[in-house]
């Protein structure tokens, strides 16, 4: 319904005139073209204005300051005018918003995107289809198989393998699980119930591996006590001679392991678990591998460092995030297989939708593969990436942020005010502030002071996370664009941050804080 005062900016041609023509206006249609030109122009310019103008990431506005803005905004009374509600929209989100695609934005593992991929977006979204069923979308079905068919020729999977879009990292490590769940309960010995094999049932990661195995393991029905976390060695990597020995005493102890999940690019430390080790000892003991590479998935197109994935074609299944090291926009994931035939634990089929008989007919239904139904045809935008630019250029900038977090080590290594953690593979530092002389607790509460009060000024953005007890900032570098100068440049404003925090903890003083 729209109220008294809602008024389109111009109607399409062809629209019809009275009161069902203003609603009809918005639907993009073939008499609303000019509208969505004119309306989606209008956005872009927006945007495109607002990027241009970014001198930093963030304003460092707080909730308090934004929620009443938004509280504030009358949701039943529309602008009816686009240009109007892009000026509101300017205020409650643009201005504020977290920019990725700034140089010193250096904080979780979000990329900036390449315009292929935008325009990927534009159009996906615009014609809508739904990777559910062919009748749904049509050739979107095929090159999103196109895409699942050269991801798996990349990582090297073989001849059965297949796979499907998701929306993200954790959706595709749970659907993982799911399938290892199940094909560990269809192994499993015939006069034990299904909840006396789910009880037994034990995953086993490092313990820096990403939480959404955990996450899984409970949506699948799993106790608190299945996921197993196996040490890690001084480079952050799953130690082989601990999981050898979790698998012998899951055995001994009648557990049933139905998966090995080893991380190619932890979240922290960006480590790779030793990938041909872990193979050997899951081949030995007849367990699932996943490897979960939703970050070191860009390695895959590395003109220089796919060597760092070798033995990740001997996963049973694999987590890609091509949203986080594919310069692709949130979301766009996927999970492959080894044995397509792996997938019927996430195949229903709905008679009104994909019937079973579909499947003989040989008619492509993506649902049948997927945990989602509605899904977006998020494959465009890796599709128009590689047709612009291709699989090279991905890979080069990949490579080139990876250079500038050795870079980055470097300067930290050398660095007399900082402590720096292990030497990543891939693309993150983690790092503390650590002068001699305060104890634990002052500097901990240094590193943590230095991190908010840099995101308050938005002049940088880090991540912090702990390591063996103690708060460490921490960089993940995805733009390519960040210079050396740009890390040095905020290694000194967080010295400074922590600095003046010891100075004013130490002294018992009140003054103002590093502007
Ligand atoms: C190693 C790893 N796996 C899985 C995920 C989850 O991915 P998503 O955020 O796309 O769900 C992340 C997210 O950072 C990650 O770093």
């Known amino acids: 319904m729209s109220l008294p005062g809602a008024t389109v900016q111009a109607l399409p041609t062809g629209a019809l005139p009275g009161p069902a023509a203003t609603e009809r206006a918005h639907l993009f249609t073939a008499g609303s073209v000019a509208h969505y030109r004119r309306v989606l122009a209008d956005g872009i ?36 005018d686009a240009g109007a509600a892009l000026d509101e929209l300017h205020d409650v989100y643009l201005r ?16 900036p995107v390449v315009i292929p991929a935008l325009l990927g977006e534009a159009v996906l979204s615009a014609v809508n289809s739904s990777m559910d069923t062919w009748d749904q979308s049509a050739g979107g079905t095929l090159i999103e198989r196109r895409l699942i068919d050269w991801t798996v020729d990349r990582i090297g999977l073989g001849p059965a393998a297949d796979g499907v879009f998701s929306s993200g990292g954790t959706q595709s490590n749970l659907q993982a699980m799911l399938l290892a ?47 197993i976390t196996v040490g890690t060695d001084a480079d952050r990597r799953m130690r082989t001679d601990e999981l050898a020995r979790e698998i012998d005493r899951c055995r001994r102890a009648g557990l049933r392991v139905m998966a090995v999940v080893a991380t190619a690019g932890t979240t922290d430390f960006g480590s790779i678990d030793p990938l041909p080790a ?15 590479a939703a970050y070191g998935c860009g390695l895959l197109v590395s003109p220089t460092r796919r060597h760092l994935l070798d033995g990740i074609e001997r996963a049973d299944s694999v987590t890609v995030d091509y949203h986080k090291s594919f310069f692709q926009p949130v979301s766009s994931s996927a999970l ?12 229903w089929h709905a008679d009104y939708l994909n019937p079973a008989r579909a499947v003989e007919q040989r008619i492509p239904n993506q649902v049948d593969k997927s945990l989602q139904t509605t899904r977006r045809f998020d494959a465009l935008k890796l599709w128009l990436t590689l047709r612009i630019m291709g699989p ?3 890979g080069a900038l990949f490579d080139e942020v990876v250079d500038r977090a050795d870079a980055a080590w470097q300067l930290l290594a050398e660095d007399p005010r900082f402590e720096v953690v292990t030497r990543s593979p891939l693309s993150t530092v983690v790092f503390r502030y650590l002068p001699a002389g305060p104890g634990r607790q002052l500097v901990d509460e240094a590193n943590l002071y230095a991190r908010e009060a840099l ?13 063996d007890g103690a708060h460490h900032l921490k960089f993940t570098l995805l733009n ?36």
Not at 205 to 215: E, I, L, R, Y
Not at 278 to 292: E, Q, R, Y
């Open 181 to 227: 769940r199940e094909e560990a309960l269809a192994r499993a010995g015939i006069g034990q119930s299904r909840p006396e094999t789910l009880s037994g049932l034990r995953i086993l990661t490092s313990a820096a591996g990403h939480f959404s195995v955990q996450k899984a393991a409970k949506l699948l029905g799993l106790g608190p006590e299945a996921v």
């Open 45 to 80: 310019d927006r945007v495109a204005d607002r990027v241009a103008a970014t001198d930093r990431p963030f304003t460092g506005v707080t909730p308090q300051d934004l929620a009443p803005r938004i509280a504030g905004i009358d949701l039943d009374r529309p602008l009816g």
């Open 278 to 292: 872990i193979a050997d000892s899951c081949a030995a003991a007849g367990v699932w591998l996943h490897v979960d």
């Open 392 to 394: 090279d250029a991905v």
């Open 455 to 467: 995101a308050t000024s938005g002049a940088a953005l880090v991540a912090g996370t702990t390591v």
């Open 336 to 347: 492959v297989v080894r044995d397509r035939r792996v997938l019927r634990h996430a195949t």
């Open 480 to 515: 390519p664009e960040t210079t050396e100068d740009d890390i040095a440049q905020v290694l000194d404003l967080l010295a400074e941050h922590a600095g003046w925090y010891l100075r004013t903890r130490t002294a018992g003083e009140l003054s103002c804080p590093v502007g």
């Open 96 to 111: 504020d918003a977290v920019y990725f695609h700034h140089p010193r934005y250096l904080a979780h593992l979000n990329c």
